[in-house]
């Protein structure tokens, strides 16, 4: 419930601001079948035991970070992400 809410409050964030959003930070666009995905770097912002958020927009969950290091708030991280058409946010398929 907590999820929907963020991704519904990120939406709303961004779609008023858009000089906040991290597009040019980012690396290049990559194709994946009907996807798109992009990498970006950024700042984890929210985490708990199995999810977090990047930048408060990007939503990820704990089985897509790679590496030994747990992640702790204010980390530096480059992500791969992809926009989640249902939910009009974006989601971290790499972290």
């Not at 980012?26 to 958020?53: A, K, W």
Request: net charge negative.
């Amino acid at each position: 419930m907590l999820r929907l809410l963020r991704s519904a409050l990120a939406f709303f964030r961004t779609t008023a601001d858009p000089t906040e959003q991290q597009r040019p930070q980012q690396q290049g666009p990559q194709q994946q079948g009907d996807t798109e995905l992009t990498t970006v770097q950024g700042v984890v912002t929210s985490f708990c035991d199995d999810y977090g958020m990047i930048d408060e927009s990007i939503y990820f969950s704990s089985d897509v970070v790679t590496g030994d290091v747990p992640l702790k708030i204010g980390q530096k991280v480059n992500v791969v992400v992809e926009e989640d058409k249902p939910l009009y946010g974006l989601r971290a398929i790499k972290v």
